[in-house]
């Protein structure tokens, strides 16, 4: 199946399982410029990316692509980020957040970003512990020039998706808990990927990060 072809279908599947508008994120790390075109050159211009050395070079072929960052960002990178990218998934420590706000504040723009959240507690992912996160949001509401508009979370890998359901209602639970308590800009869940998306989507998840079925 061609790139464009895997792109319908995986829109398709995920309309027959909600109503609900889910945005799709093509992560592209180990996509070539041709495969991405395939969808540019339709209309499909959300990327996600997680390495800012690919969004450098793949930035010029793609004038108007709408950049997603997924990826584990270091503090010296933000800069490479800022600006570029309309939403960055991977805020996982205060260091990065306020260079990212510095950096934002320098341009003149509000950059917006997802608190990354290690819901399963694994040892071998970034991310803050779910009892972390409100103390979290309260330090991020004092930096003017970004803006967390919602939580981000990776499961562990599995071969039965429903084995991490849990990880993904746990994301929308914090979530809920947020905005009951006034965190009222805590909206998304990016959460799921090509092996656990329907799980995901069923959990309420409203960005998907979507690498190899689109693109292998
Ligand atoms: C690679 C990656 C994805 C996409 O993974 P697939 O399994 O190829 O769909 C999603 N999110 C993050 C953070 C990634 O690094």
Known sequence: MTVLAN???????????TERKVEIVPVTKYAEVDKMNALYSNGINNFGESRTENLKIKEEHFPDANWHFIG?????????????????????????????????????????????????????????LVEEVFSFLDSCSELPNLSITGLMTMAPLTDNPEEVRYVFKGLKELRNKLKDNGYSNIKELSMGMTNDYQVAVEEGATIIRIGSKIFS
């Open 72 to 128: 584990h960002l270091q503090t010296r990178k933000v800069k490479d980020c800022v600006g570029k990218v309309q939403l960055i998934h991977s805020i996982n420590r205060w260091k990065v957040a306020k260079e990212i706000d510095k950096r934002a504040k320098k341009k003149g723009i509000v950059q917006k970003g997802l608190v990354q959240v290690n819901v399963a507690k694994e040892e071998s992912k970034h991310g803050l």
């Open 7 to 17: 792109y319908k279908t995986l829109v398709k599947e995920v309309s027959q399982l």
